[in-house]
């Protein structure tokens, strides 16, 4: 007896509902997503076959090169915080716009002198303007120290925790350059600290 053949028929599947779902998250994880700060100090760091991730909170990195010292701290909550106490000390106001803008700034290098100029201008206008001529950081005006403890003094306060430092040289900065900033370091009796490097045999 023959087998009755069952006729065969296209299966369609409506892949709306996916691409709706699909479309939906990558919306959310780009709105969500912080855009990396492009580095305003191109610094090329040592490479060392010791792996140790940069933690991405509480932290404080100083960018060491071309004999100028930039300063980043991580989060915004604490950049805005250091800011207030920074303009405290040196009895400078900073508006609700202007700790705004501050906070989702990376990585600076300008005097205080010259702080509500850099935070008016954008990113583009703080690279051609050579407004970043580094923090000070010499015994007359050692305005370095300062941000390195109230960034200090912000993270104990709304993290109660402890701030970690790390320290990012060009590998062809002198050394009298970074024994400085260690100095620094030194005098708030931080004696631990990272050095930033690059994977050995990376690029």
């Not at 699909?22 to 855009?35: D, K, R, V």
């Not at 970690?164 to 009298?176: F, M, N, Q, T, W």
Request: charged letters at 25%; glycine letters at 6%.
């Amino acid at each position: 007896m023959a087998r009755a053949k069952v006729a065969r028929k296209s299966t369609s599947i409506d892949m709306t509902a996916m691409c709706d779902v699909s479309f939906l998250l990558l919306t959310y994880f780009i709105l969500s997503a912080t855009a990396k700060q492009p580095d305003p100090l191109d610094v090329k760091v040592p490479s060392s076959t010791y792996k140790l991730k940069v933690p991405e909170k509480d932290i404080a990195i100083l960018t060491i090169g071309s004999g100028k010292v930039f300063f980043e701290t991580a989060g915004p909550d604490i950049r805005a915080a250091t800011l207030d106490k920074m303009g405290e000390q040196y009895k400078i106001s900073f508006t609700p716009e202007e700790r705004k803008r501050f906070a989702v700034v990376a990585s600076f290098g300008v005097p205080m002198q010259n702080l509500k100029k850099f935070i008016a201008m954008d990113a583009g206008e703080r690279k051609k303007s050579g407004i970043e001529t580094g923090i000070p950081a010499d015994s007359v005006d050692n305005q370095l120290s300062l941000w390195i403890l109230n960034a200090r003094k912000s993270v104990a306060e709304l993290h109660s925790e402890g701030m970690r430092v790390s320290i990012k040289g060009d590998a062809g900065e002198d050394y009298p350059a970074v024994k400085k900033i260690v100095d620094i370091l030194q005098k708030q009796k931080i004696n631990k600290f990272s050095l930033i490097t690059t994977a050995e045999g990376g690029n």
